[in-house]
């Protein structure tokens, strides 16, 4: 437990040295940093734009007792590599998460998206479905390259940019934390959203604020792979009613996770830890939904 006067990060960061260490995979012309944990059916989790591979922390420790966990820091994330385009798709994530399974000898896995990092999940698992048992989509941020969303994506785009210029990814980090989280969330929850922020690279960055404005989920479908989504019940940044339609726009099931807002892997990790457990079992008796 936590005392009052303890930074709640510490015990976190303490944890995730000791079990969700980083390794750094050398990549033809780059690398990759991975976080893993326990040994099983694979999970692979991809985090969303403003989060990183840490914020898995606590749902990375539940399911490491049945299944090996692997979360990635996007490219220009982290210790990752940057892509090489400026304004890199999503099959561009796509190849380097091929890269990534290679060199790590995953042949299939049960694929999680995370906000902006479902976009890349959707994209490799149309690319590549014989890589994925299964596919989850956590509060899945859809994009706004469909055409019909250009003067949305404009500004979007003007406006993400403009807050990285000028306030910068410390300043970001403190004001748009809380936006992450329900209005319920305990300090431990913010704090941790806090951090991971925090450590964002500006190139990285910037190059998911294209992905995100210049692509669109439903582009990478129909998907040969069965797929749910869940959405966080308090989730104001990709709303429950947004997640419902695009859950009902690929044709799979959808629920709420209780108690949590957008990032829901941090919120309520055991909640999410129990639906990505079940979905590890679905994969493995070749269950549809």
């Not at 990759?32 to 606590?58: K, T, Y």
């Not at 290679?102 to 999680?112: F, G, S, Y």
């Not at 792979?225 to 709303?239: F, K, L, W």
Request: hydrophobic content about 40%; some cysteine; charged content about 15%.
């Amino acid at each position: 437990m936590l005392n009052a006067t303890e930074n709640p990060t510490v015990a976190l960061q303490g944890l995730l040295d000791s079990r969700f260490a980083q390794r750094t995979l050398k990549l033809d012309g780059c690398q990759q940093a991975v976080r893993e944990a326990g040994d099983g059916p694979v999970i692979v989790l991809l985090h969303g734009i403003g989060s990183g591979a840490a914020s898995w922390l606590e749902v990375a420790l539940q399911l490491s007792q049945g299944a090996r966990v692997i979360a990635w820091d996007a490219p220009g994330y982290g210790d990752s590599t940057p892509l090489a385009p400026a304004a890199p798709t999503a099959e561009d994530y796509a190849a380097r998460l091929l890269q990534t399974l290679d060199a790590l000898n995953i042949e299939r896995c049960v694929l999680v998206g995370h906000s902006l990092g479902a976009i890349t999940a959707a994209a490799f698992s149309q690319l590549y479905p014989q890589r994925v048992n299964r596919l989850v989509l956590l509060s899945p941020a859809r994009g706004y390259g469909d055409p019909a969303r250009e003067t949305q994506r404009l500004q979007v785009r003007a406006k993400r940019l403009h807050s990285l210029e000028t306030l910068g990814i410390p300043a970001m980090a403190e004001q748009r934390s809380s936006h992450m989280l329900s209005t319920r969330a305990s300090a431990k929850a913010l704090a941790w959203v806090r951090w991971n922020m925090a450590r964002l690279n500006h190139q990285g960055y910037r190059q998911a604020i294209e992905l995100l404005c210049g692509d669109d989920l439903l582009r990478h479908t129909p998907l040969s792979v069965p797929c749910e989504v869940h959405c966080g019940e308090a989730d104001s940044i990709t709303t429950p009613e947004t997640c419902h339609s695009l859950a009902k726009a690929l044709g799979v099931s959808f629920t709420l996770i209780p108690d949590a807002g957008h990032a829901s892997p941090i919120e309520q990790p055991y909640v999410v830890a129990g639906r990505l457990a079940f979905a590890v079992q679905q994969s493995m008796t070749g269950s549809a939904q």
